[in-house]
């Protein structure tokens, strides 16, 4: 049996919107994969059913997971490509949802769908290969040429890493396959060595992106902290002046302190900081959000209490009432009560509330 071909390359980039023609392409190709890849999952399921191997039990479900999970993100971009209506700001969220987190599933939330279907693969070709579905009809340079593939995608995967460790292990398994290519050229049997290779590869491969996908996770996620580190610090400052104006200019204000993003120092790297770090930060920002609710909600009031005086003046001199002596006096008041400095609010309130009943109007045989 011929592989199934392997999951599309994806267009554009995270942030970037792609041109249509290439989502046109490559959700066309997305979705012939998808119906390939699963008919093949499907026959690895059944012959592991009838074979009793209950041992791969646990990669036929994660393989049908990773395949789920693409098919979910895959509708996904369909209803947003809304055949072909996208238009580039839909696009650049098509991007978002082929180069970012999946989320849900926990065997999948930090892989985006282009690591979910690399890892569908991976995963298939390691069952098919213990399964002996595929390899064992196969000849000896087939699978040779197959394992070579495999290599050189765990190599792009250990580079895209930078990690030394990950080249040496690629690196290890290309020297296997050096010796085995040699011994087979020379007619020996390499059978089991052969499929014992085949498994070591799939393994490399899928545990190579799953960690390219962490680090990538973890990336974004300590990108994302700085920038709201930032936009806190930021505003800082800003909601300082907004405190110092408002216990300037109104009586008794609220005694909140202005919380300080500094204190809880850089961002850290190490994933089990990051996260007790950024839960830090959404109190810091639910503090702010507080602070800034406590000292605008005084200056707030103040400013609809003078609008409110200014629009009854108004009502004031439509039905009459603003030449009387009553009325001049209670503008008076409410005015100085809402100028003063600092401002009572209870008392500008209380005068406020005693001019709207002083322009009210009055029965007609009264006027």
Same mark, same amino acid.
């Given at each position: ?30 979705? %012939?994969?998808? $119906?390939? *890849? ?63 987190? !999946?989320? +849900? ?12 279907? *690399? ?7 390691? !069952? ?36 030394? =460790? ?38 490399? #491969? ?5 960690? &390219? ?9 300590? #990108? ?24 300037? #200019? ?41 602070? #800034?609710?406590?000292? &605008?909600?005084?200056? *707030?009031?103040?400013? =609809? ?16 009432? %603003? ?5 001049? %006096? +209670?503008? $008076? =008041?409410?005015?100085?009560?809402? $100028? ?19 322009? *009210? $109007? ?6």
């Amino acid at each position: 049996m011929t592989r199934v071909q392997r999951a599309p390359a994806p267009p554009g980039a995270l942030g970037v919107a792609a041109e249509p023609a290439a989502l046109l392409t490559y959700l066309s190709d997305l979705q %012939a994969w998808l $119906d390939a *890849r699963r008919a093949d999952l499907d026959r690895l399921d059944s012959t592991a059913r009838h074979s009793g191997e209950n041992a791969v039990t646990a990669d036929i479900v994660l393989a049908l997971t990773l395949w789920q999970a693409v098919r979910t993100r895959t509708d996904e971009l369909v209803t947003v490509w809304d055949s072909g209506r996208a238009d580039a700001v839909a696009r650049e969220r098509m991007s978002q949802l082929i180069w970012g987190r !999946l989320g +849900g599933d926990p065997a999948t939330s930090l892989l985006s769908l282009v690591d979910a279907a *690399r890892l569908c693969d991976a995963q298939a070709d390691q !069952l098919a290969t213990r399964l002996s579905f595929d390899p064992h009809a196969a000849d000896v340079t087939a699978r040779l040429r197959a394992l070579s593939g495999g290599i050189v995608r765990a190599e792009d995967a250990a580079h895209a890493s930078a990690d030394t =460790e990950d080249d040496a292990v690629v690196a290890r398994l290309r020297d296997r396959l050096a010796r085995l290519t040699s011994d087979a050229a020379r007619g020996a049997d390499v059978t089991g060595p052969l499929g014992a290779l085949e498994d070591d590869v799939a393994r490399a #491969e899928r545990d190579l992106i799953v960690a &390219t996908a962490r680090r990538r996770s973890l990336a974004k996620d300590r #990108e994302r902290a700085v920038a709201l580190r930032t936009t806190l610090a930021d505003r800082t400052p800003v909601l300082t002046r907004v405190a110092e104006r408002c216990r300037r #200019e109104i009586t008794d204000p609220p005694r909140l302190a202005v919380p300080d993003v500094t204190r809880l120092g850089d961002v850290p790297d190490e994933p089990d900081r990051l996260t007790t770090y950024v839960q830090r930060l959404g109190a810091v920002e639910r503090a702010m959000e507080r602070v #800034e609710d406590a000292y &605008t909600a005084p200056l *707030r009031e103040r400013a =609809e209490l003078r609008y409110r005086v200014k629009n009854l003046m108004t009502k004031a001199q439509g039905n009459g009432r %603003a030449t009387s002596s009553t009325v001049k %006096a +209670g503008e $008076d =008041e409410a005015r100085e009560a809402l $100028d003063a400095a600092p401002c009572d609010l209870a008392m500008a309130r209380h005068f406020t509330e005693q001019l709207e009943m002083l322009v *009210r $109007d009055l029965p007609k045989g009264n006027r």
